[in-house]
């Protein structure tokens, strides 16, 4: 089955720098590729998703790049803001399934 | 965007007691919903896929028995803690998949619900 890895666990940042977090995938099936935002007893709100047939996608401060070959995906925030700290998952779907497998998380603070 | 609601939103129950969530898409039909479980500072992960009118699909290690979800109409999913121990107090959450949502062919974006603390004592 799907596995998803996602790196770092804890991010920290000033406000105003840039974060970066990263995914790899271990199913070369998947074509779907989320990326959540959740506050402490929150349920996960989409920030961006990106299907396979994209390479980049951008809204605003926010932007996901896929690199198919490589099976990664990465999540990248510019100008951060300390409402900008939360935990950031990852996740990968299957088209045939629409199952979500998440990653395992980045707790991103950013300090004003 | 669509609306996924949960009820109840926490409960508190004892040992050996059966607890129901529900899960209900407020403004569009879901032939899928799935049912994820997670535990403090950790992750969400996927523990059955729901299908109206059809058995639900387990994730591997989630005993079907202890677990029973039941999707009997288009807009409502349930999901029975049966004899629920310490060990399963978590934070249950429900997703429901949009099948007129945008994507691509085969490719739906999920809408969470606000999720359900379970505590058993």
């Known amino acids: 089955g799907e596995n998803v890895e996602q790196h770092p666990s804890t991010l920290s940042v000033q406000e105003g720098d840039s974060a970066v977090i990263k995914c790899t995938y271990s199913?070369?099936?998947?074509?779907?590729f989320p990326w959540y935002k959740q506050e402490l007893g929150k349920r996960p709100q989409l920030i961006i998703d990106i299907r396979s047939n994209v390479g980049e996608k951008k809204d605003q401060r926010i932007a996901v790049t896929l690199n198919k070959t490589a099976k990664h995906f990465s999540l990248h925030i510019t100008e951060t803001q300390p409402e900008d700290s939360a935990v950031y998952f990852c996740a990968a779907s299957m088209a045939y399934t629409d199952k979500l497998i998440f990653g395992t998380g980045t707790r991103l603070q950013v300090f004003p | 965007g669509a609306v996924v609601s949960q009820h109840p939103s926490w409960v508190i129950c004892k040992s050996g007691t059966s607890v129901k969530i529900e899960c209900r898409s407020l403004d569009f039909q879901a032939t899928t919903m799935f049912w994820y479980r997670q535990f403090p500072k950790q992750s969400l992960m996927l523990m059955a896929t729901s299908n109206e009118g059809s058995k639900a699909t387990y994730e591997q290690g989630v005993e079907k028995d202890k677990f029973l979800i039941n999707h009997a109409s288009l807009t409502l999913s349930t999901l029975t803690v049966t004899s629920a121990h310490p060990e399963d107090s978590s934070f249950y959450i429900c997703?429901?998949?949009?099948?007129f949502g945008t994507g691509s062919v085969g490719v739906h974006e999920q809408y969470f619900g606000p999720g359900t603390r379970l505590t058993v004592t």
């Open positions: 997703s429901a998949r949009d099948p």
């Open positions: 199913d070369s099936a998947s074509n779907y």
